[in-house]
Nanobody, 125 residues
């Protein structure tokens, strides 16, 4: 499975961005898709996850209510809609995939076996 994240860029505080993640290869068993981010000098942290049906979604407390994760399996795409962006949202954002459905409730990187290359989001104040 290959994952390609895109959509990052520079945005002012309060603005919005939508990140996309294109999956290719053996995507049929990618039960859970997730987004993580890594700010300069910090550990990579969980942002959100979504299960196969799209019914179960989980978010980090820091983004809940502002970010929305969605997926379109017909297009092998996962999205992260980010609204009301803050300077502290500045980071490289990574999409990830997991074959284990239990990963949807996990905030740990170890639950995911496949990672994209990351896309940089910069929020100016």
């Amino acid at each position: 499975v290959q994952l390609q994240a895109s959509g990052g860029g520079l945005v002012q505080a309060g603005g919005s961005l939508r990140l996309s993640c294109a999956a290719s290869g053996r995507t049929y068993n990618m039960h859970v898709m997730g987004w993580f981010r890594q700010a300069p000098g910090k550990e990579r942290e969980f942002v959100g996850s979504i299960n196969r049906s799209g019914v179960r979604k989980y978010y980090a407390d820091s983004v809940r209510g502002r970010f929305t994760i969605s997926r379109d399996d017909a297009k092998n795409m996962v999205y992260l809609q980010m609204n009301s962006l803050k300077p502290e949202d500045t980071a490289v954002y990574y999409c990830a995939a997991a074959t284990d459905s239990r990963a949807v409730i996990s905030t740990g990187r170890d639950a995911y076996g496949y990672w994209g290359q990351g896309t940089l989001v910069t929020v100016s104040s």
